[in-house]
């Protein structure tokens, strides 16, 4: 059963769109782990509230990468779509913000983390509950 589902998520129809995914999600931590550092580093800001600056522009670029080229055959297209598409997108990554943080928290505070790399073990973590519910509720 499990070889199946991993050669599923390897070979299968959803496989493009797991690797399209991890791309745009990869490419979008990279982006979010520069501005968190610039917010912190640069900016003097709490680690938490440059977390949830960084988050929220990289929900913005993430779901226009998604829409185009991850989700391209259950694209949202025109503007009232595209819109609801983004209001749908910032509700479901908005729900794993929290999830995120308190990982983030904890491996900082907790576990002596430096805070970079506690937040790629948090983008990681949230970034699993984000595909599931993009994946059937943004583009179902």
């Known amino acids: 059963m499990l070889r199946s589902f991993v050669r599923s998520l390897l070979y299968g129809p959803l496989a493009v769109r797991l690797r399209r995914f991890v791309t745009v999600g990869a490419f979008a931590a990279g982006v979010q782990m520069v501005l968190l550092w610039l917010f912190v580093d640069l900016g003097d800001l709490n680690y938490l509230v440059g977390a949830t600056i960084a988050i929220e522009?990289?929900?913005?670029?993430?779901y226009v990468?998604?829409?185009a080229w991850t989700f391209q055959d259950a694209q949202n297209t025109g503007r009232t779509d595209y819109l609801v598409g983004l209001l749908k997108t910032n509700i479901v990554r908005g729900t794993a913000i929290p999830l995120q943080?308190?990982?983030?928290?904890?491996?900082?505070?907790?576990v002596g983390l430096l805070y970079l790399v506690a937040n790629a073990i948090a983008i990681f973590v949230s970034g699993i509950y984000r595909y599931v519910l993009d994946a059937r509720w943004t583009w179902g």
Not at 57 to 62: A, H, P, R
Not at 101 to 110: D, P, Q
Request: avoid cysteine; charged fraction near 5%.
């Open 65 to 67: 990468l998604n829409n």
């Open 101 to 110: 943080l308190a990982v983030l928290y904890a491996f900082v505070e907790w």
């Open 57 to 62: 522009i990289t929900i913005v670029l993430s």
